[in-house]
């Protein structure tokens, strides 16, 4: 099983829409978490990290679900800029960040 | 700006070159990452450096050497690669607590022939 597994996508919505991603991580003692966004051929940039008791940033809110180990990212009225992989990163223990595979969405005018 | 500098952006080598791919922290920060990047697959934790100290080391091939000089620096050095190490290498940085937030560099896509 996957440390940390994501479905791949696409996700093909139009602008103003409404997406959610979910992202299921293996170890239970996984203390931190994040999202983080990846443009094509660029480098990860943090989006927003996630906490127990859910939270927002703007069009964006991530909520965390221990008992079920699940991660989800919503994202409200969706902008073409909003086109991009997302990416589930987990912490395990100490420095070892796992990241999943991604989550490619493609926002459409 | 970043404040994760790598160099070069891009490196063609062949099987028997030796290279070295490069990383500067701006940030103040006391632990940096190697993370390899292969089509299609997700980033895979090569070595991380803490206070200049290994703390992983991820089963990686002896062909790949990091090097940590100081806490601002982070060095990889590349020999007798395989065409299978043609991937982009991303340098990150973090605060030196674990589970920090992770800022990355722009990476180096290295291709071997």
């Known amino acids: 099983r996957k440390e940390v597994e994501q479905d791949p996508g696409p996700f093909n919505v139009p602008e103003g829409a409404t997406v959610a991603f979910n992202c299921t991580y293996s170890?239970?003692?996984?203390?931190?978490f994040f999202w983080y966004r990846q443009d094509c051929r660029k480098e990860p940039k943090l989006l927003m990290s996630?906490?127990?008791s859910g939270n927002e940033d703007g069009r964006f809110t991530a909520q965390l679900n221990r008992a079920s180990q699940y991660i989800s990212l919503l994202i409200r009225d969706s902008k073409l800029s909003d086109s991009a992989t997302y990416l589930c990163?987990?912490?395990?223990?100490?420095?070892?960040?796992?990241f999943g595979a991604g989550t490619r969405l493609f926002v459409k005018a | 700006e970043t404040g994760v500098t790598q160099t070069p952006r891009h490196l063609v080598m062949g099987m028997t070159n030796k290279k070295s791919l490069k990383c500067e922290q701006h940030?103040?920060?006391?632990?940096m990452y190697w993370y390899k990047q292969s089509a299609k697959k997700p980033l895979e934790l090569m070595f991380v450096?803490?206070?200049?100290?290994?703390?992983e080391n991820n089963s990686v091939p002896s062909r790949f050497s990091p090097e940590c000089p100081n806490s601002s620096h982070l060095f990889l050095h590349l020999h007798t690669l395989q065409p299978e190490d043609s991937a982009l290498y991303l340098c990150?940085?973090?605060?030196?607590?674990?589970?920090?937030?992770?800022?990355f560099g722009s990476g180096t896509q290295l291709s071997v022939l």
């Open positions: 990150a940085s973090s605060q030196a607590r674990g589970g920090e937030k992770l800022f």
């Open positions: 170890n239970s003692a996984s203390q931190s």
């Open positions: 996630v906490y127990s």
């Open positions: 990163v987990v912490n395990a223990r100490g420095f070892k960040t796992i």
């Open positions: 940030l103040g920060h006391n632990a």
């Open positions: 450096y803490s206070l200049e100290e290994r703390v």
